[in-house]
């Protein structure tokens, strides 16, 4: 349900290869693991209002959409993505990114 997702977090992936700042968007529902959505995540985004013609778009607009369902969804450092198409955060590197990634338990 809309009201069970609590925060969305988009972040981009540390500079180095493998990752390359790929971005991605985390849909946390409560205290749970987060859905996890990559620009190669396979999503029917034709049913979000607007669909970009890129990935990245598509991420973007469909971080809106769950917004707009949930007003109350928390997106802390992420509204400058979902609400002005801004580049979001990279992790400098990989540790940055398990740090975050272990809040998830």
Same mark, same amino acid.
């Given at each position: 349900m809309w009201s069970d997702i609590v925060r969305l977090v988009a972040r981009r992936m540390p500079?180095?290869?493998?990752?390359?700042?790929?971005?991605?968007?985390?849909?946390?529902?409560?205290a749970d693991d987060p859905v996890r959505l990559l620009p190669t995540t396979k999503i029917n985004y034709n049913a979000v209002p607007g669909s970009g013609?890129?990935?990245?778009? +598509?991420?973007?607009?469909?971080?809106?959409?769950?917004?707009?369902? +949930?007003?109350?969804?928390?997106?802390?450092?992420s509204e400058g993505f979902f609400e002005r198409n801004e580049i979001p955060i990279a992790f400098a590197v990989l540790r940055h990114f398990a740090d975050y990634d272990a809040r998830y338990g």
């Open positions: 500079p180095d290869p493998p990752y390359e700042k790929v971005l991605f968007v985390d849909v946390v529902l409560g013609m890129s990935s990245k778009e +598509n991420l973007r607009l469909l971080g809106a959409f769950i917004r707009g369902h +949930n007003p109350a969804v928390q997106w802390p450092e």
